[in-house]
């Protein structure tokens, strides 16, 4: 049974080294999700629900199937494309960003524009903070409000971080030509006006309510 076991472990990892997946510098990480694209790509919720009886909608699910693995592909290439900038491999260069871009935020409006829940942002802000990229004052109008800002050492990383996230950015974009750059743009865009609507009125509310949203 065991030599049975480490036989087909050889074997995922001959077509692993076989596929386009595999690289020179390839990683456990990236045998691990491979192994997890194939084994989703093999059974599609369609099959899954048609097995139990249910009825369900292919498209929307290859959407919502598609959204995930993206954000999971999107996460390891940031981490790979950020790798001189430890501190900011996660989701903390889009705090960065986005400071740059409209300074003088709340903690409450950064997160929110970043669309995580506070106490995600909170975290994210404090390690910003500990690290000497953030600073934080009292707000002239409301102190029991904090407003953060880009430190001086918090702008020297975003001007470095500029190339790789641009990198990063044209390799998420993949082989899409402009027109289906622009195309994908727009879709996405227009999703993500419905969800950041949804983010900032309906937090509290159960997915049924949302549902009704979409006219479901």
Known sequence: MQTDFFINL?????????SDACKPNSTVEDFRVWMNDKKYSAESPTKLFKNENHQVSFTENEICKQILLLG???????????????????????YIYRLKDEPHLTKIQLIEKNGHEKQTGTQIIKRLLDAGFLEEKNDEDDKRSKRINLTKIGEKVFHKSVAKVNQTSKVLSATLNDNEKNNLLKMLQKLNEFHAHVYSNYKGADIDKISELTGG
């Open 10 to 18: 050889l074997q995922q990892v001959k077509e692993f080294e076989n």
């Open 72 to 94: 999971r592909y999107s996460k390891l290439l940031i981490r790979k494309g950020l790798g001189d900038f430890p501190e900011l491999a996660n989701e903390e260069f889009t």
